[in-house]
């Protein structure tokens, strides 16, 4: 839903408490660097908006074993590929985890809105699932904002391409344009065209898209609402990503 940019101030960054009264990472720092495997340190940092690469203290840990041994692809082996696979499907099994944590980065990001980004997504998913939705449906309106930190003109793409390999066209659509069909509830504020989702007229998941961003989305900015937690949606997103149904890559799965 929100199309602006994640602002970030000079002082304070996007959320409080990162860092615990002794100038430690927090516990929610430490428990997002063991997912990210990064330092907790820079994890603290970006979380308050201050990262730079130059503040990671230690390198990024994905299966530090046995590694290929060509320099280009073309020197490679079938030895090589047969530890890439393996490597490959055993850090795959772990995407659920990474997505719930960058979910995480959400939490006390207001940018101006009246709940933060990750209270707007868990509202959009109760609202959903309360509504009767499936677990695909939900877990798009749970992480359809998930693109924000780092798709701030185009978060809309971000979520949809996150969501495609286990989901069916239909919602994969949905998520892709839910910015174009949002805006027809505040574009006209901010200098915007409110009908630029016309120019989707005619496509066969417009009416699915109005809905969801109707019923769901705009409607999820209610400070007042009693949403599920994210824990409550946290087995959805593991049943629906447990195997992509629309990837090159889905042969690996099998």
């Not at 002794?22 to 603290?44: E, F, H």
């Not at 391409?161 to 574009?187: D, L, M, R, T």
């Amino acid at each position: 839903a929100p199309e602006g940019p994640v602002l970030v101030g000079e002082k304070g960054g996007r959320t409080e408490g990162q860092h615990g009264h002794d100038g430690k990472p927090s516990r929610k720092a430490i428990d997002l660097a063991n997912v990210l495997r990064v330092s907790p340190v820079w994890i603290s940092l970006a979380l308050n908006g201050r990262a730079r690469m130059a503040d990671i203290d230690s390198p990024i840990q994905h299966g530090n074993h046995e590694r290929a041994k060509f320099r280009a692809m073309t020197e490679g082996t079938q030895e090589d590929w047969s530890l890439i696979s393996s490597e490959y499907m055993a850090f795959a099994k772990d995407l659920p985890d990474r997505v719930m944590a960058h979910l995480k980065l959400l939490d006390g990001d207001f940018g101006g809105f009246p709940v933060d980004r990750l209270q707007h997504s868990l509202q959009t998913a109760t609202r959903a699932h309360r509504d009767g939705r499936d677990e695909a449906y939900v877990v798009m309106a749970l992480l359809h904002d998930i693109g924000d930190t780092l798709g701030t003109y185009n978060h809309p793409e971000v979520a949809a391409s996150i969501i495609k390999p286990f989901v069916s066209e239909e919602i994969h659509w949905i998520c892709q344009n839910h910015g174009a069909f949002q805006g027809h509830y505040y574009f006209h504020y901010i200098g915007m065209d409110r009908d630029i989702r016309e120019r989707f007229r005619g496509n066969p998941y417009f009416d699915a898209c109005a809905e969801f961003c109707e019923k769901y989305d705009q409607a999820a900015f209610d400070p007042d609402y009693q949403s599920e937690p994210l824990e409550f949606f946290e087995p959805m997103l593991r049943r629906v990503m447990a195997r992509p149904i629309n990837s090159m890559y889905a042969k690996l799965a099998e």
